[in-house]
């Protein structure tokens, strides 16, 4: 790996890969501690039909995928405070959508077909500079809204009705949210794909989780957690020849499993201590 490391699409991937832990770990430990995973993925698969638009458009895809993801969001979550529909409903029409949308628009792209495969499950080798650009301009742009509504975001995140009775926009904060988790969807997508997106945003954060319950420690260890992550799963995709985005996720999921055996283990521990002593 350090001597892939001397390539600059390497170097590429690895700094893609740390600006991606970056909104992940902040955005993923909102969407986990508010149980909005559904709706992330609702959003993530809609990018599809902005990829789409953006071959039919003639314009950048992942223009066309950050467009089509803010209007997604927010007609999602207007649809799912204004309407009759339950909320999962919705979400699962949206979701469809989206993707027909995708699949219909790159059918009516004349000319050469798309590597769709790059879209769908992540090309982190192929990121280009611009790229990186824009991934650290999301990130920058994340990191402000939330330094700046840290509180507002933690009253709305763990006590609603609260943060109503004292004057917190939670409607408003809720909409912010659902822009943000477009914003970081769209930052992913080179990463690990639409169809991986909402496993890189939850399982870091899902990680953090055992470990900490306060909102601040959760985020560093997220952002710790999703740079590990994208590393080894490079490291490994590297050496095993294997697909980048989907060997990421593998990685990051058998890793979290291994932390909830790890906390039970030691929780049964606890018990079996606790039993003895009493005896």
Request: charged share 10%; hydrophobic share 60%.
């Amino acid at each position: 790996m350090w001597d892939a490391l001397q390539y600059d699409f390497m170097q590429n991937a690895v700094l893609a890969g740390l600006l991606a832990s970056v909104a992940c770990g902040i955005i993923g430990v909102y969407v986990v501690v508010n149980r909005i995973v559904f709706i992330s993925g609702g959003i993530s698969h809609t990018a599809f039909g902005g990829i789409g638009l953006g071959y039919y458009a003639g314009i950048d895809p992942i223009m066309g995928a950050l467009c089509f993801t803010i209007a997604a969001a927010l007609g999602i979550g207007f649809l799912a405070k204004n309407s009759r529909l339950a909320e999962d409903t919705v979400i699962g029409i949206v979701w469809a959508m989206g993707m027909a949308l995708g699949i219909l628009f790159i059918g009516l792209t004349p000319g050469y077909t798309p590597d769709l495969m790059s879209y769908l499950f992540g090309s982190i080798l192929t990121v280009s500079d611009s790229d990186l650009v824009l991934m650290l301009i999301l990130d920058v742009v994340i990191l402000t809204v939330v330094a700046a509504l840290y509180k507002e975001f933690l009253a709305r995140s763990f006590d609603e009705e609260f943060g109503t009775v004292v004057g917190v926009p939670v409607q408003a904060l809720y909409y912010m949210l659902l822009i943000m988790i477009a914003l970081t969807v769209v930052l992913l997508i080179q990463v690990v794909g639409v169809i991986l997106v909402i496993a890189l945003l939850t399982i870091p954060a899902a990680m953090a989780r055992q470990f900490t319950f306060s909102l601040k420690k959760m985020m560093i260890l997220a952002i710790l957690f999703g740079a590990v992550i994208t590393f080894v799963g490079l490291w490994l995709s590297y050496e095993f020849d294997v697909a980048s985005g989907a060997t990421i996720i593998l990685f990051g999921g058998g890793l979290l499993f291994c932390i909830l055996g790890i906390s039970k283990l030691k929780e049964k521990m606890r018990e079996f201590k606790v039993m003895g002593s009493q005896e």
